[in-house]
Each structure stands twice: as C-alpha cells, then as structure tokens.
C-alpha cells in the first residue's frame, strides 16, 4: 500500500473507548483505519474482541492494523519500528530519531505522537503544532497526527492524516 492509499482517519482502541467502538467504526468515513490495541485483555478475550471489532470494520471498509505480532488477518501491524510484523506497516514515534529508526525499518506510515495533550499521559509534554510540522515534513513516508486529536485539533493543525482514541469515539 503506498502512502497515497494510506487512509487519512484513523481510530485506536483502548480500554477507554472499547463501550463505544462498534459505533465508532460505523461512524467512519469508508476506507478509514482502524487500530487494534486493547492491551488491557488477557490473550483470550483479546483475540475474540478482535474477531468482533474486526467484522464491523470490514463490513464498513475500514483498513486492519493489529498492535502485536499476531497473525489474525489484519491488514498489517502497528508498533515500535523494531517490532512490526508483515502487511502493512505503521510505526510508533515521537521524535526525530524515532522517525529515522521507522525509515530504516521500512514503516509504511508513523504515529507521530503527542501532538496535544491526552487522557493517556495526563500531564506529558507535547510536540505542539510547529514541532509535529516540523518533524512530519522531514519524513520521507506518511505521518498520522496522533495525541489529543479531534476534528477540530486537525483543522488547526491543517494535516490530512490523523488519529484519535477519545476524540473519534
């Protein structure tokens, strides 16, 4: 999948979202990316809210992406750049290094996060809006805004790609 075909929307899950995901998905636009996490779940109950999650997002036309190495069917796989499995690959980072060791790990798309402040690191520091610019338009392969994000926040920040835990659920 090249970066032109790499969704714009995208949609984690988390422990937080997980009551509202299945209307969520729905809520997409088509050909958005869906982001399975759920690191809160034993392995078991893990995989079953996956095959649940999942149906819905294929139904919808969503894009897979799997946190972990698992081979569940999803489009590709989401994490560290040293841990990415095969598919399509989307790597975590939040800073410069971090975006030089996703290229050389051949990443297809990274996370660039916090741009805002979050719910899920209550109080950590922040890129703010020209530090994610700065380091997004220095990478080579696509980067998704991630961290504090909603609807809102992607228009001041004027970049097309972007993702949200809270703010799309």
């Known amino acids: 999948m090249n970066g032109q075909a790499l969704p714009l929307l995208w949609l984690l899950s988390d422990a937080r979202n997980d009551g509202g995901l299945e209307e969520a998905l ?3 636009p088509e050909r958005s990316g869906f982001v399975f996490r759920h690191y809160h779940l034993d392995p078991e109950a893990r995989r079953t809210r996956f095959d649940e999650l ?30 990415l499995g095969s ?11 971090e975006i030089e060791a996703a290229v050389e790990a051949k ?9 805002f402040p979050t719910a899920s690191h209550p109080g950590g520091a922040t890129l703010g809006p020209m530090g994610f610019s700065v380091l997004a338009q220095q990478s080579p392969v696509p980067v998704i805004a991630l961290g504090g994000m909603n609807a809102d926040r992607a228009r ?13 659920s």
């Not at 990443?107 to 741009?115: N, Y």
């Open 87 to 97: 598919g399509l690959r989307l790597a975590t980072a939040h800073d410069g290094e």
């Open 107 to 115: 990443a297809d798309g990274i996370f660039l996060s916090p741009v």
């Open 54 to 83: 999942v149906a819905i997002a294929r139904a919808c036309g969503h894009v897979v992406i799997l946190s972990g190495s698992e081979d569940w069917g999803a489009d590709g796989h989401y994490g560290a750049p040293e841990s």
């Open 26 to 28: 729905r809520a997409l």
């Open 156 to 168: 001041e920040l004027n970049w097309p790609r972007w993702a949200a835990i809270d703010g799309l």
